[in-house]
């Protein structure tokens, strides 16, 4: 495992009905000087930690699996990510319209991160569809 590599923190306001909660702050953490295939671990706190694997870009070649339009149903999220054809894709993108509207965090971290998180450990990369905006 690597250890030790700068990194560049970002610190945005939670959104609640499209306006920013100042009070809630969510971080987005970019990771600086990684190394290609290879493997890291992160720590937030005691609770909550993981590992990731960066992509080799030696490789010609890679593969991806995308969904869309899931609409608050985490379970399509899910169910695709335990495909063993999904687990063996180096790039997971959701194409946007995970909800189908803001309300609150949960509204998005529930039904969409949460299955993310808990299925996927390689890349990953939401686009905002209009339910989103």
């Not at 610190?11 to 000087?33: E, T």
């Not at 295939?37 to 890679?62: C, H, K, M, P, V």
């Not at 695709?80 to 509207?101: A, M, R």
């Amino acid at each position: 495992m690597e250890k030790g590599h700068k990194i560049k923190t970002n610190v945005f306001a939670d959104v609640y009905g499209n306006v920013a909660d100042r009070s809630q702050k969510l971080h987005n953490v970019k990771l600086l000087n990684l190394k290609p295939g290879t493997q890291y671990e992160y720590f937030i706190n005691e609770d909550t930690y993981g590992e990731f694997t960066t992509l080799d870009s030696r490789n010609a070649d890679f593969s991806f699996t995308t969904i869309t339009d899931t609409h608050g149903r985490s379970w399509q999220i899910a169910e695709l990510l335990q495909k063993q054809y999904t687990k063996e894709s180096d790039i997971f993108f959701h194409l946007g319209d995970t909800v189908s509207g803001i309300i609150g965090r949960g509204s998005f971290y529930d039904v969409c991160l949460s299955p993310i998180s808990q299925y996927w450990q390689k890349p990953f990369y939401i686009v905002r569809g209009n339910h989103e905006s």
